[in-house]
């Protein structure tokens, strides 16, 4: 089992802890600390740093997400893996927290059904997903939906 890197604040970690070969800091909930970047590379680093059954639920979503949308755009901005759409913007992310693992639908109050969790941006919607909690064939609709409407687009300009 592979051992739980301290999390940013903790004693022994250091922002330099993924250059020391340590890999990469768990900032609070156990999110891992993944520099941004475009494409697959770091979007299955964030995977492999996210910790216990958590991790195993990001191979999945991203399998998921991958054969729903075959052509899709990755990234990894703000710590959290991004899907998207070239040229038609974002439409999927997902979070890790202390207990679950938030998947956000960024156009979500479009679905059908609507994922339950909303909050100050009319449009986003979003599923906090537990440990064995994934239901694959709501989250592939859910997946197959998003990416048919036009995303966001924030993140085209950085």
Same mark, same amino acid.
């Given at each position: 089992?592979?051992?739980?890197?301290? &999390?940013?604040?903790?004693?022994g970690a250091t922002d330099a802890a993924s250059?020391?070969?340590?890999? !990469?800091? #768990?900032?609070?909930?156990?999110?891992?600390?993944? !520099?941004?970047?475009?494409?697959? !590379?770091?979007?299955?680093?964030? %995977?492999?740093?996210?910790?216990?059954?958590? *991790? =195993?639920?990001? &191979?999945? #979503?991203?399998? #998921?997400?991958?054969?729903?949308?075959?052509?899709?755009?990755?990234?990894?901005?703000?710590?959290?893996?991004?899907?998207?759409?070239?040229?038609?913007?974002?439409?999927?992310?997902?979070?890790?927290?202390? &207990?679950?693992?938030?998947?956000?639908? #960024?156009?979500?109050?479009?679905?059908?059904?609507?994922?339950?969790?909303?909050?100050?941006?009319? =449009?986003?919607?979003?599923? =906090? %997903?537990?440990?064995?909690?994934? =239901?694959?064939? *709501?989250?592939?609709?859910?997946?197959?939906?998003?990416?048919? %409407?036009?995303?966001?687009?924030g993140f085209d300009r950085l």
């Amino acid at each position: 089992m592979p051992s739980q890197q301290p &999390r940013k604040g903790e004693k022994g970690a250091t922002d330099a802890a993924s250059d020391a070969g340590v890999g !990469p800091v #768990l900032l609070s909930g156990g999110n891992p600390q993944i !520099p941004k970047g475009d494409g697959d !590379p770091p979007v299955q680093s964030y %995977i492999a740093a996210m910790p216990g059954w958590k *991790q =195993d639920l990001g &191979r999945r #979503l991203d399998d #998921l997400i991958v054969g729903a949308v075959p052509h899709v755009r990755k990234a990894v901005r703000r710590n959290s893996p991004w899907y998207g759409i070239e040229g038609e913007g974002w439409f999927v992310s997902y979070h890790v927290f202390a &207990r679950y693992v938030k998947v956000t639908f #960024l156009n979500g109050a479009f679905l059908h059904p609507v994922p339950p969790g909303s909050g100050k941006d009319r =449009d986003a919607r979003w599923v =906090d %997903i537990h440990e064995g909690e994934l =239901d694959e064939a *709501q989250m592939t609709e859910w997946v197959r939906q998003a990416s048919a %409407i036009p995303g966001w687009r924030g993140f085209d300009r950085l």
